[in-house]
């Protein structure tokens, strides 16, 4: 079997997120890249009936290549959102979101969701936006699985590692699986709290400006992990 660790990260995922409550039932999708070819979750499977033989491989052109059920509708998404990041000059330069980008995980964790239908971007209120790389922002609406919606979100994660999706859900992306779960986690935390401060009604402070790019600066040195573990999130 092919990207067999990949294809077992993706079953992982999927569990966890949907544990996580950040996908009810069969939404959501998870993909791994290794080089030129990304393991996605396939279309419509209920997750616990999900094993890593039933995670399809694709090529970056979406070509199948090993991929015994129909992958998700959201694969132009995924392939879109590597393919970018690909053909960015320089994409081992340090522009947050823009290196390393090796797994791509799509929410519809309720409060990303609900943000997504009330603002353009995440306001700069929490300084965890400096895990995404600054201000997430809000791709416009587009019917799921188009060209449309791909384009525009890929456009959204433009030097971040998160965009919201008007009307629809949340991507994150990451160099490992898990961060990119990880931040999906953070993303949804960030958009309730920013929901619970709108609904008092009251103005809702932001943050002194430059205060995300100073705080993007002091995590690059707070980040630690047990010896011999793989590198996580930032608390
Ligand atoms: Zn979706």
Same mark, same amino acid.
């Given at each position: 079997?092919?990207?067999?660790?990949?294809?077992?990260?993706v079953?992982?995922?999927?569990?966890?997120?949907?544990?996580?409550?950040?996908?009810?039932?069969?939404?959501?999708n998870v993909s791994v890249?290794?080089?030129?070819?990304v393991a996605i979750s396939p279309?419509?499977?209920?997750?616990?009936?999900?094993?890593?033989?039933?995670v399809g491989?694709h090529?970056?052109?979406?070509?199948?290549?090993?991929?015994?059920?129909?992958p998700s509708?959201?694969l132009?998404?995924h392939?879109?959102?590597? @393919? $970018?990041?690909?053909?960015?000059?320089?994409? +081992?330069?340090?522009?947050? *979101?823009? !290196?390393?980008? %090796? /797994?791509?995980?799509?929410?519809?964790?309720?409060?990303?969701?609900?943000?997504?239908?009330?603002?353009?971007?995440?306001?700069?209120?929490?300084?965890?936006?400096?895990?995404?790389?600054?201000?997430?922002?809000?791709?416009?609406?587009?019917?799921?699985?188009?060209?449309?919606?791909?384009?525009?979100?890929?456009?959204?994660?433009?030097? @971040? $590692?998160?965009?919201?999706?008007?009307?629809? +859900?949340?991507?994150?992306? *990451?160099? !490992?699986?898990? %961060? /990119?779960?990880?931040?999906?986690?953070?993303?949804?935390?960030?958009?309730?709290?920013?929901?619970?401060?709108?609904?008092?009604?009251?103005?809702?402070?932001?943050?002194?400006?430059?205060?995300?790019?100073?705080?993007?600066?002091?995590?690059?040195?707070?980040?630690?992990?047990?010896?011999?573990?793989?590198?996580?999130?930032?608390?």
């Amino acid at each position: 079997m092919i990207l067999a660790e990949e294809r077992e990260q993706v079953v992982w995922a999927c569990r966890r997120m949907r544990g996580a409550g950040l996908v009810v039932g069969t939404a959501g999708n998870v993909s791994v890249r290794a080089g030129d070819l990304v393991a996605i979750s396939p279309s419509g499977l209920d997750y616990d009936d999900l094993t890593p033989e039933l995670v399809g491989v694709h090529r970056l052109d979406g070509a199948p290549v090993e991929a015994p059920l129909r992958p998700s509708t959201e694969l132009p998404l995924h392939l879109e959102v590597y @393919r $970018r990041v690909q053909a960015r000059p320089g994409s +081992g330069d340090p522009h947050p *979101g823009e !290196s390393g980008v %090796s /797994a791509v995980v799509h929410t519809h964790a309720p409060a990303s969701t609900a943000l997504s239908l009330v603002v353009d971007e995440i306001p700069a209120t929490h300084y965890y936006l400096a895990l995404f790389g600054g201000s997430v922002r809000v791709a416009p609406y587009a019917r799921f699985g188009t060209a449309e919606l791909a384009a525009g979100v890929a456009a959204a994660l433009t030097g @971040r $590692r998160a965009a919201l999706m008007a009307n629809h +859900g949340a991507v994150c992306v *990451g160099d !490992s699986v898990r %961060s /990119a779960l990880d931040l999906a986690a953070y993303l949804e935390y960030v958009c309730d709290v920013q929901l619970r401060a709108m609904s008092t009604g009251l103005p809702v402070r932001t943050l002194p400006p430059g205060e995300i790019e100073s705080v993007m600066a002091a995590m690059a040195h707070y980040r630690q992990t047990p010896p011999g573990a793989s590198p996580g999130v930032a608390e």
